[in-house]
Structures are given as structure tokens and as C-alpha cells.
């Protein structure tokens, strides 16, 4: 601006003019200098409100820890310790406060000198200010701090902090600010590993969560400053290159009354951070608790099946529960699995009939330890069967115990009453009806397995059944009828060889070793008849007739004798032949006749 080619007159114009503006920017308005001890003052006061909002968090713990919950003691030795902290660092700067006021003072010794000298105090007010004993020495009857002597000055802090001692000042102001905020943050991680908060994982994972957003968001730190011109190390520089420390940067060419609402904002981020902390100490002490946080529809019913002609009843509920409790669930002693909060109940009932289900849910409780809430349910199982019929071959025969199984879709086998209609009925109870039939034809059973038994020959036998509704009052359910038929007389073998055709091979007839009387196609496997005697006789064409030979029980080897002597064409007959069936009944057989061959 002031080279090339210009008139001597507008050289010397240029250069007074880079000389005011130089001096323009030294000269640090009045107006300027007060609006920083404004800002001080403000800082100072959020300070003090911050401090009242920590107190009654830590007398909130300790009224908490009164009503001996451990967790709460814990939390409150810990905010303890976090105050600690950031008092250590309030003083560290109020010393150095003081040491800048000897400073701005004239002392060479930071150790001497009257710090409230460097205040400006109205002598026609001077009963406006009250002295103190520590810093700020000074303050005004409503707690602000008086506007500095110096507050323009551009140099003492510049070497009190950078300049003497090597700039070891400034380095341990750094070093003490993060090393703060790093204490103060470990509090909650400390917390996490302390046995009293560390019982449950919600706990656990709240301080962790909460911690790193409390990272994230506090300004107390004094790091290297970016510079956002500076594309090459994208830090703040100096002309010859040399990269800038955070005091370096924040404590040159400023006037002192904003180095000293700096200070003050260090102050106050300390005490945020604290506030900050000590807040999620005090929440993580019910972190436990169970809070609700999701909402899910309910239909709570007293029976989950009916029949026609019941009344189906619930309760439809919109139930909030916890989606992040570490609740633990048992079913009649076994533990249930718990996903986002919702126990997963399953069972595979291995019989028919009525499940209760006996419930525990332990809720961890802030401190330690847990609380449990019971709850007891119900539920029917049902045997799955489909209802085939073949109408015309619902038969009983008598002399057996003729299987039947009865269930009524949606109610508990133990509630269905069945009985026999026309005959005797003998209830698995005890119990007996006469419904007028002479006859001592049973029903035995329970649980939708019974056995009819009739011992005489009927025309038929109908079964009615009846249900005991949850109200208490019985529904007939349906009836059915069954002929009843004898059982069908059994064929006389010997062995695996028949008479049906009227001959039969001589050496099959020799290896048979029993007479057998068989049922063959008999609908009820296990029914058997036992030949109880017969009589043998050997017809042959040349020796005529052999001697009879009465046989008792059915085995064939009284016969062989007889057999070895017989030819192929001779004939052989069984005659009074006796069989004992199902409840010792005593049938005389047909004859059987054949040819051998």
C-alpha cells in the first residue's frame, strides 16, 4: 500500500493509515470491556445456579441411602468424589484469578501484591461492595464481581501464561482442565464396576450409555484448536508455522477481562459436567426399576374354549410392560425364556384334561435383590381325534369290556358324565343308577376312556352324555345307540388246519400240537376261547372204526397213536367238543368231519 509508483503525499497518507488501524485494533473499547465482565458475572451466576441443582440431586441420594439401599450409598460416594474433582479445579483457577489480578497490579512475584486493588471501586459507593477473604476479594452487594482496573490489558496473562516458566502455566491449565473431565467421566465408569450398581445389566448398560453421551456433549476440554483455513494440519498456526497450544490460542492478544470470562467458563463447564454426572449416578440407582415403555392388546379369558349354549367371558385390556426388563419368569418351577420383555411360555401337555400353571415374575429392585409377583392360570388339553362313524357297526357284544372313548370338544374330560341308558351304570366314582333294565351291564371308567360291559343279551343300549359347564350347570351333550350282539361262536382247528373243505392232509393233521377253538376275524384282538375236552375217533375203510379216545385240555399227542395207523382216504372225526370263553363260559361245538389225504 505504500510501494509503487504513488505521490510522496499518498505514501504518507497510506502509512498513517495502517498506523490507526493498528492502533484501532490495541485500543479495546470501554464498552467491549464491560460487556466481558458482564458475561463473567453471567457465568458466575449459572454457576451458582448449577451448584444449587447438584446439591439437591446429592440430597436426594442421601435421603435414598437413608432407607438403606446400597445402590443409592454407592451413587452418593461417587457424586461425593465428583465434587471433589471439579472444587479441586474452581480453586486451581481462582489461585490463578488472583495471581492474574497481581499481575494486571504490577507484581513480579504472583505471591504478592493486594488482589483487590485490581478491581475499580466507586468511593461515593464503596458501601455497595463487600471485601472477602479469597477470590474475587471483592464483590458488589448482589454478588457480581466489580469491572477490572486492567481489564484492557494485552500482556501480563500473555506471560504469565505462555512466556515465563517456559509457558509451564498454560501446559498445566491444560493438563488439569482434561484431566477433570476425564476423572469426572470415570465416575461412571467406576460405577459400573461397583457391586451395589453393577447387580443388574440394566444398570450397567444405562451408566454406559449415559457416559458416552455425557462425553459427547460437554465442553470442558482444552484440546488442540482447528482452524478452519488451514487445509495443510487443519490447526492454528503461527507465521512461521509452529502449530499453537489451546492457551497459546485463547490466551493472547485478548484483553484480561475476557481471559477472565474464559476462566469463569471453564468454572461453569466443570460444574455442568458434574451436574451432568452426578444426575445419571442418581437416575441409575432405579434404573432397575420397572418402568413401561411398550403397550401391547390383552384378552384375558376365563376359559379359552366353550360349547354351545356357555357363555365365553374376557377381559380386552391395552397392557404397558417393560420391553427392557431383566425379569426373570418360572412356570410351575422352570424357568421361561424373556424376549423384550415378554415371557415365551410353551408346554407339549402329554394327557388330556385340566393344566394349571403356577407363576413367578422376579423384577429386580433398584439396590439389589427382586420382587416377586405370582399369578396362577388354567388350561384344558384336549386328546386330538377325529370323529369317524361307521353308523351301522356301532355294536357291543356281551361277555366283554366293549372300549369306548367319550370327549366333548372344549370341556375338561374330567367334566363329561356319561351313562347307559336301560341298563345298570356303575360311575368310576362309585355311583350307581337303575334306570330300569334287569341286567348288571356296566360303564367303567374316566377321563374319556371307559369300558361298557353286558353280561346279558339285549336288543340295544343307548349312551347319553352330559357335560358340567364352568358355571356349574350340566348340558346333555348327545346321545348314541349300539346293538348288542353275542360274541360269534368260535371254528374248531387243530393247529393251523381247518375242516372246512372236509379233508384235510394226514401230515399236516400229525404236526398240529393243539386243538384250537378260533375266533378268525373277530373285531376284538384278545378274546380267546380255550378247548377244554373233545373226543377222537379214527374211521378206517379197512379196519372200520377205531376206539374213541376222550381227551381232556387240547393237546394232540393223545390222538398220535391213532393218526399213524390212519391212510390217506380214512376219515377222521372230533366230536363233544367243549371250549371255555371270556367270563368262563362253557360252549359245546360242532362236530368236525374229514378225509384225510
Request: proline share 4%; glycine share 8%; with cysteine.
Given at each position: ?563 399213524n395207523q390212519l391212510r390217506k382216504g380214512d376219515d377222521v372225526k372230533f366230536t363233544d367238543i367243549i371250549a371255555v370263553g371270556p367270563g368262563n363260559k362253557r360252549v359245546l361245538m360242532p362236530s368236525v368231519i374229514a378225509t384225510l389225504k
Amino acid at each position: 500500500m505504500a510501494g509503487g509508483k504513488l505521490s510522496a503525499r499518498q505514501k504518507m497518507i497510506n502509512m498513517m493509515y495502517l498506523v490507526l488501524t493498528a492502533l484501532l485494533a490495541l485500543n479495546v473499547t470501554k464498552e467491549i470491556l464491560l460487556a466481558f465482565t458482564v458475561l463473567d458475572n453471567s457465568l458466575q451466576k449459572s454457576t451458582g445456579n448449577i451448584e444449587v441443582k447438584t446439591e439437591k440431586i446429592v440430597q436426594g441420594l442421601k435421603k435414598t441411602a437413608e432407607d438403606n439401599n446400597l445402590g443409592a450409598k454407592s451413587a452418593l460416594k461417587f457424586c461425593v468424589d465428583a465434587n471433589n474433582e471439579t472444587k479441586a479445579l474452581v480453586d486451581y483457577i481462582h489461585r490463578i484469578k488472583t495471581e492474574l489480578l497481581r499481575y494486571s497490579q504490577g507484581s513480579i512475584d504472583p505471591n504478592q501484591g493486594d488482589p483487590k486493588l485490581a478491581f475499580k471501586i466507586d468511593p461515593e459507593k464503596k458501601s455497595d461492595y463487600i471485601e472477602t477473604n479469597q477470590y474475587p476479594w471483592i464483590v458488589k452487594k448482589n454478588g457480581e464481581m466489580p469491572e477490572l482496573v486492567s481489564g484492557d490489558n494485552l500482556d501480563d496473562h500473555v506471560r504469565y501464561f505462555n512466556e515465563e516458566l517456559n509457558g509451564k502455566r498454560g501446559k498445566d491449565l491444560e493438563a488439569k482442565i482434561n484431566e477433570t473431565r476425564v476423572n469426572l467421566l470415570n465416575m461412571m465408569k467406576k460405577a459400573q464396576s461397583d457391586p451395589n450398581l453393577a447387580k443388574n445389566k440394566e444398570t450397567v448398560e444405562f451408566l454406559n450409555n449415559r457416559m458416552k453421551d455425557i462425553a459427547l456433549k460437554t465442553t470442558l476440554s482444552a484440546g488442540e484448536v482447528k482452524d478452519p483455513f488451514n487445509k495443510t494440519s487443519g490447526l492454528i498456526e503461527d507465521h512461521e508455522g509452529k502449530k499453537l497450544s489451546w492457551s497459546e490460542v485463547y490466551m493472547h492478544s485478548t484483553p484480561l477481562a475476557a481471559v477472565f470470562a474464559m476462566m469463569s467458563k471453564i468454572e461453569n463447564d466443570a460444574k455442568i459436567l458434574e451436574a451432568e454426572v452426578c444426575q445419571g449416578l442418581a437416575e441409575s440407582v432405579s434404573a432397575a426399576d420397572f418402568k413401561f415403555d411398550a403397550i401391547i392388546p390383552v384378552i384375558s379369558a376365563k376359559t379359552g374354549a366353550v360349547v354351545t349354549g356357555q357363555t365365553y367371558e374376557a377381559d380386552i385390556l391395552l397392557a404397558a410392560y417393560n420391553s427392557k426388563a431383566n425379569m426373570m419368569i418360572n412356570v410351575n418351577g422352570a424357568s421361561v425364556p424373556v424376549e423384550n420383555g415378554v415371557g415365551k411360555y410353551k408346554v407339549t401337555p402329554q394327557r388330556a384334561g385340566a393344566n394349571n400353571l403356577d407363576v413367578k415374575i422376579s423384577v429386580p429392585k433398584p439396590g439389589g435383590g427382586f420382587e416377586v409377583k405370582t399369578a396362577t392360570a388354567e388350561f384344558t388339553a384336549f386328546a386330538p381325534q377325529a370323529s369317524i362313524e361307521a353308523i351301522k357297526l356301532n355294536v357291543m357284544y356281551v361277555g366283554l369290556e366293549n372300549p369306548i372313548s367319550i370327549t366333548v370338544a372344549g370341556i375338561d374330560p374330567k367334566n363329561v358324565v356319561p351313562r347307559l341308558v336301560g341298563c345298570k351304570i356303575n360311575y368310576a366314582t362309585g355311583a350307581a343308577e337303575n334306570v330300569g333294565m334287569a341286567t348288571n351291564a356296566a360303564l367303567r371308567g374316566s377321563n374319556g376312556s371307559y369300558t361298557v360291559a353286558i353280561p346279558e343279551k339285549v336288543s340295544d343300549v343307548q349312551i347319553q352324555v352330559s357335560a358340567k359347564l364352568p358355571d356349574g350347570r350340566m348340558k346333555p351333550m348327545g346321545t348314541k345307540n349300539f346293538r348288542v350282539k353275542g360274541i360269534p361262536d368260535p371254528t374248531f382247528k387243530c393247529g393251523n388246519v381247518d375242516f372246512k373243505s372236509g379233508s384235510v392232509e394226514l401230515a399236516k393233521l400229525k404236526d398240529a400240537p393243539v386243538a384250537v377253538a378260533a375266533l378268525d376275524g373277530f373285531v376284538y384282538e384278545g378274546v380267546k376261547y380255550q378247548i377244554q375236552s373233545f373226543k377222537f375217533t379214527g374211521i378206517s375203510a379197512q379196519r372200520g372204526y377205531t376206539a374213541p379216545i376222550n381227551v381232556q385240555g387240547a393237546r394232540l399227542d393223545k390222538i398220535a397213536g391213532t393218526l399213524n395207523q390212519l391212510r390217506k382216504g380214512d376219515d377222521v372225526k372230533f366230536t363233544d367238543i367243549i371250549a371255555v370263553g371270556p367270563g368262563n363260559k362253557r360252549v359245546l361245538m360242532p362236530s368236525v368231519i374229514a378225509t384225510l389225504k
